[in-house]
């Protein structure tokens, strides 16, 4: 089991190869987070193998590697790390592989502010046991 962390903010992740909605989530949960970002599922997979982060946000669809696929990876170097999956596509196959892979959940496009911070703030108290994490995340 792993403890609540309440003296440091989370590091977040988000793996997006559209700067454009990186911006977006960036400036939602610039607030709550200390956030990184990766342009790529390679350069994802790389940053949680150089750097601690708490939860990773990736877009399905990137070049040569897919979220999916990034999140298959990371989950082999932290198995705990909860993988949030964003597409404008979520299908039943897809949601079915994304469970496969270990990915918390998929979001779709377009995100709402609360479904994504209620997804996050679930993901946060789920894997680290946190109960301070919704009201500080104003959920």
Not at 14 to 34: C, H, N, Q, T, W
Not at 73 to 87: A, D, F, M, R, V
Request: charged share 25%; glycine share 2%; with cysteine.
């Amino acid at each position: 089991m792993v403890n609540a962390r309440s003296q440091a903010p989370y590091q977040l992740l988000i793996a997006d190869d559209d700067s454009g909605f990186r911006d977006v989530l960036k400036e939602l949960l610039a607030p709550y987070f200390m956030l990184f970002e990766a342009e790529s599922g390679e350069e994802a997979i790389e940053l949680v193998e150089q750097i601690h982060v708490d939860i990773v946000l990736l877009d399905m669809h990137m070049d040569v590697l897919t979220g999916i696929e990034a999140v298959r990876i990371i989950k082999q170097t932290n198995e705990i790390l909860p993988c949030i999956l964003i597409t404008a596509d979520a299908t039943e196959e897809l949601r079915q592989d994304a469970s496969a892979a270990k990915a918390y959940q998929v979001l779709s496009k377009p995100l709402k502010r609360q479904e994504l911070v209620t997804t996050v703030a679930h993901a946060l108290v789920d894997t680290y046991h946190d109960p301070d994490v919704p009201s500080w995340l104003g959920n």
